[in-house]
């Protein structure tokens, strides 16, 4: 079974002595940013949408999405059992009600198991199928659901893997024909499109920068418009700049850059049309924009409110329609307790915020419904549920 990735944090503080003339000037500048944020808290939402989508056999999610342009969800999840084995299966849900629609896989007393990988192209769901040979991945085999709605696998995706090959990320592209897989082999990663409903594959081009491989957790996007995939990554320290990678998939030409922010890359999402990326680190907290047409960094900024280390964002997605990007956040620097989603325009605002969420410590999918501006997320600590946000 999949372990999720687990993040220790940490405060940062320093402390300086000024003269009483500084200190008072400082405490004037403090009035004020208390005044500014008492008034952007007012486009804070207090509470989140109240749909719940809970798995059929009571089991933990691994991997949802929703259709972006439909009614519909789907999911995986595992129900651990006495004897070390699990009950497995993959769901299709309701997304205005929460309700499960169909079984569509069941596997019972077994150490195989399903990973819902995402909607992509025009609702085609990706299902990973693991089969588990003496406690290992033995090998994995990919079905489609073309659509998702048939509650049915319909085909097989096969991408150039190899045997140990492992997915680590793919672009969030509902609505495009191709996307983009980053995967790993050995101590390096390499990247491919895929026009995943037509089971087609553009070459492999394998980032030469170790700080792309798999131990450093990079993330990684497409911009649809310019073909190319946006890899970032760190190796987390505090002094540590994230690299970023620009990869055209088409002839491999690479253009890597010094990002901005300090220590993991948490998240990233593409905006096809502004040519925009944007990311979040981890030790400062931070949110930062990348213009991808030009291979340049823009802006970074701590996220709303946000103070220390704990409050840094996760996972990043982007509403093509309404041209935000929302960003998870385990511990809320929005409000006195619980989670919160941050919502951003293209320029760099914040927008609002979604607070009364329970993510987990791994930067959590926001699975978005753009035309609804509903979205689901994971729920801690059983992580047995999806849910429902409005924006």
């Known amino acids: ?25 400082a405490a004037l500048i403090c009035f004020c940013l208390v005044l500014v944020s008492v008034t952007q808290a007012q486009k804070v939402r207090l509470a989140p949408g109240t749909v719940f989508v809970h798995t059929a056999l009571g089991g933990f999610i691994l991997g949802y999405d929703i259709d972006s342009n439909g009614t519909e969800g ?5 129900v651990s059992l006495p004897d070390g084995n699990f009950d497995v299966a993959v769901e299709t849900f309701d997304q205005s009600t929460g309700m499960i629609l169909k079984m569509v896989k069941q596997l019972t007393e077994t ?34 659901m073309n659509p998702v ?17 492992l997915i680590l990320g793919m672009g969030n592209s509902q609505g495009a024909a191709n996307t983009v897989v980053l995967a790993a082999r050995n101590f390096s990663s390499f990247v491919f499109s895929s026009d995943v409903a037509n089971n087609t594959f553009g070459p492999t081009f394998t980032l030469s920068d170790s700080i792309f491989a798999e131990n450093d957790s990079p993330v990684v996007d497409i911009d649809t418009q310019t073909n190319e995939a946006i890899v970032a990554a760190s190796n987390g320290g505090v002094f540590s700049r994230p690299q970023v990678a620009f990869v055209n998939l088409s002839d491999g ?58 409050q840094s964002g996760g996972a990043v997605a982007f509403d093509p329609v309404n041209k935000v990007f929302l960003v ?13 989603i941050h919502v ?48």
């Open 1 to 25: 079974m999949k372990l999720s990735n687990i993040f220790t944090f940490t405060s940062l503080r320093t402390t300086n002595r000024k003269s009483s003339c500084v200190m008072l000037t």
């Open 74 to 78: 789907v999911l995986a999840e595992a």
């Open 111 to 144: 150490q195989n198991d399903f990973v819902a990988l995402g909607i992509f192209g025009n609702n085609v769901g990706l299902i990973e199928f693991e089969k588990v040979k003496g406690g290992f991945v033995n090998q994995r085999v990919y079905g489609t």
């Open 149 to 165: 709605n048939s509650g049915k696998i319909t085909g097989m995706w096969t991408p150039p893997l190899q045997k140990g090959d």
């Open 253 to 310: 030409t690479t253009t890597q850059i010094q990002g901005l922010g300090f220590g993991f890359v948490n998240g990233i999402a593409a905006d096809s049309v502004k040519n925009r990326a944007v990311t979040t680190t981890e030790i400062d907290f931070s949110i930062e924009y990348y213009d991808v047409a030009k291979h340049a960094s823009i802006l970074v900024e701590p996220l709303h409110n946000a103070t220390n280390q704990s």
């Open 328 to 340: 998870g956040q385990e511990f809320s620097s929005l409000a006195p307790s619980g989670s919160s």
């Open 344 to 391: 951003y325009n293209e320029r760099g605002d914040f927008v609002e915020g979604i607070n009364g969420l329970s993510l987990p410590a791994s930067p959590a999918k926001m699975a978005l419904n753009p035309n609804t501006r509903t979205g689901f997320v994971i729920v801690t600590p059983d992580l047995t549920s999806l849910q429902s946000f409005t924006y």
